[in-house]
């Protein structure tokens, strides 16, 4: 989770989460890493601990409560913060492991699909 809240993306970059960015948005309090540094770091995680080829949501899907356990903090911090600066940053986060858990749905999550699908659409509601 405290790697995915350093994240930043600037306004210029080519990842997805860059439309979100203004050019006056201010970088956040340092360490921050930009979107391709975070997702080589999940992405070789696994291959530290486990196998090579699972990805990093079905590594941490092996562990029954660890996606909700990370969605959970991130909603946490999204709501216990009163700056809106940080409140953008924590959402960016959001995003990108919503987007890194959708593309394993197919997988069942080992187990946790429904919660999952549960927590996306009451976040966007």
Aim: glycine share 4%.
């Amino acid at each position: 989770v405290e790697l995915l809240v350093r994240l930043y993306v600037s306004h210029e970059s080519d990842s997805f989460l860059a439309k979100y960015m203004r050019p006056e948005d201010a970088p956040p309090p340092p360490p921050y890493y930009s979107s391709g540094v975070v997702q080589s770091t999940l992405n070789y995680l696994p291959s530290c601990y486990f196998s090579p080829d699972l990805s990093f949501v079905s590594t941490i899907a092996k562990k029954r409560d660890m996606i909700q356990s990370i969605f959970l903090s991130l909603n946490l911090r999204l709501f216990s913060t009163h700056r809106l600066f940080e409140r953008k940053y924590v959402l960016l986060a959001y995003s990108l492991f919503t987007r890194l858990v959708c593309q394993e749905l197919r997988t069942g999550l080992g187990g946790s699909l429904a919660y999952v699908v549960m927590e996306i659409i009451y976040s966007m509601i």
